[in-house]
Structures are given as structure tokens and as C-alpha cells.
T-cell receptor
């Protein structure tokens, strides 16, 4: 049973470009969570999605960031017009349903903005 | 949201037990105590969780104080692979989705 998959593992973007981060949840999981870990800082919750629905986006920056989890395919975290401050590790997690105790994390995507 | 307080770091010798404390004096009745750990350059990994009673699993034990204002994660025999940052997280049934990570405790295991 494959775990949570994220790609790319490393992504380099120039300031002003767009970054697209993909997350494939574990098989049978329909809930996805995105977290960000800035250098030398802790993990911060960004957004919680169910298939085709955003459940909680209280941690998402108001501008340039968006997330989706379509009926088919992976969840996408999209960052428009990236800035140096967006450089971080972005982790995706999944769970079976809304009551599951465990969240299973992927290996992360390390975004570097030059 | 209720917060947790953990020591910044702890050291242990290999094959010795490790006791990781966590204070959560403002815990509410709907808060579960969860522990995750993050090995270097990896995503976090679930360790254990509990509500009121002590809990054991293959990875660790969780001892919860009777008043629930503190808890202790116990690694029975530390190995080099247990070197990681350990996070104590309160998770409310009112906002179950998100995990709110603090700074955690860096565990160093020496051979």
C-alpha cells in the first residue's frame, strides 16, 4: 500500500513564477491536508480538503495561494507569483475520513525561490 | 486553541528509555493528546494519541496525568533511528482537521 506521494520533491522557481505542488493521498483516503514548514520554523497548517470541497482554509495566506482536490487526480497546491518568502517545505497529509485519528504525511516538496 | 509546552531538547543514550514531558494546562474536555515525530528531512509521522487513559502501542507509551494537564511520551528503548523532533499536539473534536504543531522537543540519541 503506497504511502502519500508528493511531487516534485524539489522545485526551484524564480520570483514571479507559479509553483504547482501535487499530492496523491493514500489509497482509500479522501481527506487531504497541506502544511508549510518555513526554514527554522515549525509546521503550520494551511488547508484541509475533501474531494471537491475545501473544509478549512484558515491557514492559507489570503493572496496568491490556492488549493484544490478534484474528483479525479491529485490535490494541487498552487502558488502564484512566488516570492522569496515562499521558500519552504510543503507537506501534504491524508486521512481515511474526517474522524480518523491519524494523518499520514508525504515526504514533502521543498520549494526554493530564487 | 489550547497550547502545549515542551522542552527544546533532550538527550538519551541508545537502548535507554526516554521520557518526553508535555504540559497542557489549558486542555479542554474535547481535546485529545496526539504525538507526532519528524525525522530529519522527512514528513511527520504519527506516534500515539490518548484522551484520559494511558496508552501503549508498538512505538511508544503515553502516560496522561489524572487532571490531564500534562502527559509524558515514553520511548522504552531509544535507538539511533528515534532521533527526531517530537511534537505534542492537542486536537479538539471541534476542529478535528488541522494539527497545530508547536516547536517540539529535539531528541538526540547517542550510541
Amino acid at each position: 500500500n503506497a504511502g502519500v506521494m508528493q511531487n516534485p520533491r524539489h522545485l526551484v522557481r524564480r520570483r514571479g513564477q507559479e509553483a504547482r505542488l501535487r499530492c496523491s493521498p493514500m489509497k482509500g483516503h479522501s481527506h487531504v491536508y497541506w502544511y508549510r514548514q518555513l526554514p527554522e520554523e515549525g509546521l503550520k497548517f494551511m488547508v484541509y480538503l475533501q474531494k471537491e470541497n475545501i473544509i478549512d482554509e484558515s491557514g492559507m495566506p489570503k493572496e496568491r495561494f490556492s488549493a484544490e482536490f478534484p474528483k479525479e487526480g491529485p490535490s494541487i497546491l498552487r502558488i502564484q507569483q512566488v516570492v522569496r518568502g515562499d521558500s519552504a517545505a510543503y507537506f501534504c497529509a491524508s486521512s481515511r475520513d474526517s474522524t480518523a485519528y491519524e494523518q499520514y504525511f508525504g515526504p514533502g516538496t521543498r520549494l526554493t525561490v530564487t | 486553541d489550547a497550547k502545549t509546552t515542551q522542552p527544546n531538547s533532550m538527550e538519551s543514550n541508545e537502548e535507554e528509555p526516554v521520557h518526553l514531558p508535555c504540559n497542557h494546562s489549558t486542555i479542554s474536555g474535547t481535546d485529545y493528546i496526539h504525538w507526532y515525530r519528524q525525522l530529519p528531512s522527512q514528513g511527520p509521522e504519527y506516534v500515539i494519541h490518548g484522551l484520559t487513559s494511558n496508552v501503549n502501542n508498538r512505538m511508544a507509551s503515553l502516560a496522561i496525568a489524572e487532571d490531564r494537564k500534562s502527559s509524558t511520551l515514553i520511548l522504552h528503548r531509544a535507538t539511533l533511528r528515534d532521533a527526531a523532533v517530537y511534537y505534542c499536539i492537542l486536537r479538539s473534536t471541534d476542529s478535528w482537521g488541522k494539527l497545530q504543531f508547536g516547536a517540539g522537543t529535539q531528541v538526540v540519541v547517542t550510541p
